[in-house]
C-alpha cells in the first residue's frame, strides 16, 4: 500500500482501485488538454460524451450485456430504484413477489408495497439473516409481475450463488449494488439489475440500471420524470444533468476492470481473498466466528464476531492503528465487517489475517 493510504474495509462508499485514483488526479484540472476538469464541461460538449459512451461500452463488454438491454447512468442512489422498479415494470394492482434475506431487500420490499401488491415469498430474519432459500423454498405468486432479490446483502453477508428461476412470464430483477462488477453475471436471467456505484465502481450518486428494453414504455401514470427508465433510454441517460465526473471514475473503473482480465478474473482474485479471511474466521477454533450458512457466503463483506463487544472493540481500534480502517459491523447487527470489494488488494486481506491471529495468540493462554 503506498505511504499515506490506509486499507480500507468499508461497505461503502468504498475503496477504489489506487491507478483510478491517481490517473483521476493527473485529468482533474486539465482534462486531456480541454483547458478544464471534467466537472466544468457541459453534459452535452463532445468531451462528456465520449467519456459516457466509453463508460457504457466498456461495462457492455464487461458485463457481455446483451443489445436487448438498456444502459442507463442514473442517479438516486440504490434506494430510488426500490420505487423506479415496480413503478416501471408493473401496475399498482399487479403482484409482486420479493425475497428477503436482509436489510436492502426489506427495504425495497416495504418501498415496493407502495406501488405494487407486493408479497414476501421467502423471510430469512427468524435466522437473522444468516441464510438464503433454495427455489423449492419460495411461495411464488403465480402472475407475479416480478420476483425481487438482492444478489448479495451488504449488513449480513449472505450472497446467492445460484439465482431462485421465476415461473411463467414473471421477470427477475435483482439489487446487484454491493456485487456488481465483481464476478461473471447471465444478463439474461434477468429483466432489471440495478447497482448503486460507491462499493466496486465508482463515487456514491451514480446508479446504475440493466433493463430490458421491451419493458420501457409502460410506467405507472404517476410515476415522476427523473424515474421513467424509457425517459432515461431515449435521452441516452442525459435527460437532465448526469453526475458527470462520477461516471467519469466508473468508466475508468470499467476500463481498469478489462485491462485486469474482466470479470472472470475479478472472481478468480475475490474468491482468494474471501478464501484467506473465511479460512481465518473458521480455523480460529471459534474465537472468531461467521455466522453466515458456508454455501452461501459472501465474496464481498465478511461479518464476524468475537467472545465480547469490548474484545472487538479492542481489535477494530488495533486494526485502525494499524492502518486497516473501517472495520466495525453495521449499527444494526454489531460485530465486525471486513468488506473487501475488487479494489481491496490481497495485501490488505492477509494484513487482517495476521492481526486476527496475533491478536488471538494475544488473548487466548
Ligand atoms: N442495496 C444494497 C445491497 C446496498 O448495499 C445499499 C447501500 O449500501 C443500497 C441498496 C442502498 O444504496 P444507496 O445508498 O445507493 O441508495
Redesign the pocket.
Known sequence: QDSGRVFNFA??PATLPASVLKQAQADLYNWRGCGMSLMEVSHRGKEFLSVIQNAESALRSLMRIPDEYAVLFLQG????QFSSAPLNLCNSNDSADYVVTGS?SDKAFKEGQKYCNAKVVWNGKAAKYTGLPSQGDLSLTPGAKFLHI?A???IHGVEFKDYPTPQGETLLIA?M??NFCSKPVDVSKFSLIYA?A??NIGP?GV?IVIVRKDLLGSAQPITPVMLDYKIHADNNSLFNTPPCFGIYICGLVFDDLLANGGLEAAEKRNIEKAKLLYDAIDGSNAFFKCPVDKAVRSLMNVPFTMATPELEAEFIKEAAGQGMVQLKGHRSVGGIRASIYNAMPKAGVEKLVALMKAFQARHTS
Open positions: 461497505a461503502g442512489g440504490a434506494t430510488t436492502w438482492c448479495n446483502e451488504t439489487d449494488s454491493s448503486g460507491q462499493k456514491s446508479t
